[in-house]
C-alpha cells in the first residue's frame, strides 16, 4: 500500500471535473449562498440552463464537497460566463482564476473568440477580479437585475 502524502485532518487538493445530474441540488444552494435573492438563480433557470445544447458547467470539489462552479454557453464565436460561483470558504485561492482558464481552454477549442458575462454594479469584489482578468467593460445594463439594480456587460478577447 502506497503511504499517503495528506496528513491527517488536512484537506485534499480541488478537484475540477465536468457537471453530473447528482450536482444539482448543491449547485442551487451554492448560487443562493453567492448572490442576493434579486441577483441568484431560481432552480428552474439553472436547470433550463444545464439542458441547452452548448452549455459547460465545470464543478470543484474538496472532500466530496462542492466548493464551486462555472456555468457557460457559447454560440458561434462568443462565450457567454453564466456564473461562477464560489463557497465564501474558498475565495481568494486562485478557483475562480482556475475555472476562468479551464473555461476559455474549451471555449477557445469551440472556435470562440471573446468571452462576455455580466455582473452587478454592486459587486465590486467581482468586477475587480474580472479586470485583473482581463476583462473591460463594455457598457452599463440598466436595471438589468430584479430588484432594478443595473449590471456591467463585460468582454474579454480569448
Not at 51 to 67: D, H, S
Not at 112 to 125: D, G, S
Amino acid at each position: 500500500m502506497k503511504p499517503s502524502t495528506e496528513r491527517q485532518g488536512e484537506p485534499r487538493a480541488v478537484r475540477f471535473r465536468e457537471y453530473e445530474p447528482r450536482d444539482f441540488e448543491r449547485l442551487c444552494v451554492l448560487d443562493r449562498m453567492c448572490f442576493p435573492p434579486a441577483i441568484a438563480y431560481d432552480p428552474e433557470e439553472i436547470a433550463a440552463a444545464l439542458i441547452q445544447p452548448r452549455m459547460l458547467c465545470l464543478v470543484g470539489e474538496q472532500n466530496a464537497e462542492i466548493v464551486g462552479f462555472i456555468l457557460l454557453d457559447w454560440r458561434r464565436t462568443v462565450g457567454h460566463i453564466i456564473t461562477i460561483d464560489l463557497h465564501p470558504d474558498h475565495r481568494r485561492r486562485g478557483l475562480g482564476s482556475t475555472f476562468l482558464k479551464m473555461a476559455e481552454q474549451r471555449l477557445k477549442r469551440q472556435g470562440v473568440r471573446r468571452v462576455v458575462l455580466e455582473v452587478a454594479t454592486t459587486n465590486e469584489a467581482a468586477i475587480a477580479f474580472y479586470h485583473v482578468q482581463g476583462f473591460v467593460m463594455q457598457r452599463l445594463l440598466r436595471r438589468y437585475y430584479r430588484d432594478g439594480t443595473d449590471a456591467r456587460l463585460m468582454e474579454k478577447a480569448i
